[in-house]
Each structure stands twice: as C-alpha cells, then as structure tokens.
C-alpha cells in the first residue's frame, strides 16, 4: 500500500478544502441581500441560514472524504476533537457586512495539525475571489478584480494604512496599548473582519489590530499571511494559539511587526 508523502497529503487536503469552499460558495451566494431571518446567538452575534447551510454542506465533504479528521465549527461545535489533523470552519466570518448588504464577509477554512495551522483558505463569495496559503509556499490568490498576493514590506508605522472591524470588539482587550498603536499608524480603517486579512496580503492594508479572536476567525488567515510576506501573532508577539488570549496582530512585514508589538507592549 502506498504512503503518501507529505506534499501528496497537502495536496489532497488543498483539493478538499477548495471543494468544501465551493460548496459554500453556491449556499451563501443566494441568500446575499436576500430577506433572510437573523437569529442572536447567547454572544448576541448574528447568525443566518446562509451560516448554517455553509457549515453543514462543508461538514458533509469532510465526513466523506477525511472521515478520520476532527473539524471544530462556528456553528455546530467540535467533532474528533482528538484527532492530530483538525479542520476550523467559519462559514461567514463578518456576519454583520452579510447581514446588511456589504461583501466584506468571508468564508474561511484552516487545517491545522497538532494545533498548527497548515492551510488556510479565505473565499469571497460574491466577488469570487480566493486566497489560499499552504505553510511553507507563495500564497495563491484568484480574482476577477486583479491583486496580487505580496504584502508591502517597506512601510514604517507612521505611514502604515491600520484596520480594525469594530470600536467594540476592543473593549475586551487585554490592555489599553490598542490606542497608542493607532494613534501612531498613519490612517484607521474601521470593517472588514476576514476580508481586510485578505486585504493586507494583497498590499492595500498594512496593519490589523484585534482581540476577543476565536480560533476559526484566525487560523486560516495564518498560512495566507505568512505566505503573502507577512507576519501574524498575538500582541505580544507570540504565536497565535488555540488556548491564547484572543489578541490578533497581522503586518505586512517583519519590520512593522516589530514596531507594532513594542507600541502595544508600551502602554503595558
């Protein structure tokens, strides 16, 4: 019987995540600027059928073809949590842009192994558009708007374009250095949630700032950042971690993520 080697398996695992953001694709389209009912899950944030539906179809692909994989979703919880290969599904990551019209939404999928994110894939739906990053390889990127996928590395702080999806999100931070690292950048785009990562490794953002992060908010955007050029940890600087303190701070470069984390280390 043959065993297959490690990029064999990446391989697969690639086509596999490719077909289940397919198959999201074709549920969420239909319900975008539809009538569709929103129901307030106990975090008060909103969740739609197209969310459902996503998962479920997404979820459906990996019984079938990685049956022995653990997968921890957004909307159904976690099977095989101890399998080393999991799965982390947020069908729509930015609700609230999905709910009101806006296609700043994403779909994302990461596979990490033992905890490590190796493959992330962020889907635009609507725009179809597609970022996918393999650990260790150039992140691809597909999209009828143009883009390429190399993050800008020669920016200083002061002239960094920083985003962030919500004022609230950042009353759960650790610590109040957040504000000091915005008032140094050199402009503040408030929105975006997935799609703004996507943004940063395509060059058009330089800097995202977050906290009260899941783990399947994060773990896709690793492999596409890294494979874009840039950097992704925590606030601190550490590597990002299932059991971590929800902190997220993405850079276009080594240089700025450096800077970064000293401005918010700061005000410690």
């Not at 899950?41 to 079938?64: C, F, G, H, N, Q």
């Not at 850079?251 to 800077?259: D, F, K, P, T």
Request: aromatic share 6%; charged share 20%; hydrophobic share 45%.
């Amino acid at each position: 019987m043959h065993t297959m080697t490690h990029s064999e398996e990446l391989g697969l695992f690639t086509d596999v995540a490719t077909m289940m953001a397919d198959a999201a694709r074709t549920v969420v389209r239909p319900w975008f600027r539809r009538d569709v009912a929103v129901d307030d899950k106990k975090d008060a944030s909103p969740v739609t059928i197209a969310d459902r539906s996503a998962e479920r179809v997404m979820r459906a692909i990996l019984a079938e073809r990685l049956p022995d994989h653990g997968v921890f979703g957004e909307e159904f919880g976690h099977e095989n949590p101890e399998a080393p290969w999991q799965w982390l599904l947020d069908p729509v990551d930015g609700t609230r842009a999905f709910v009101t019209g806006r296609p700043m939404f994403g779909t994302l999928i990461a596979l990490c192994h033992h905890g490590v994110p190796v493959l992330g894939l962020l889907d635009q739906p609507v725009l179809n558009e597609r970022w996918l990053g393999v650990k260790g390889q150039p992140t691809q990127f597909s999209s009828p708007l143009g883009g390429r996928p190399a993050t800008r590395q020669n920016v200083a702080l002061e002239a960094a374009e920083m985003s962030c999806t919500s004022p609230e999100m950042l009353e759960l931070a650790p610590h109040t250095g957040w504000k000091t690292l915005k008032a140094c950048a050199k402009r503040m785009t408030w929105g975006g949630d997935c799609y703004a990562y996507g943004l940063l490794a395509l060059g058009q953002i330089d800097l995202i700032a977050e906290c009260d992060m899941n783990p399947w908010d994060w773990a896709a955007l690793v492999p596409v950042i890294e494979g874009a050029g840039g950097v992704i940890t925590a606030w601190d600087g550490t590597p990002l971690r299932m059991d971590g303190d929800r902190t997220v701070l993405a850079a276009g470069s080594a240089s700025l993520h450096q800077q970064a984390v000293a401005t918010l280390q700061a005000d410690r």
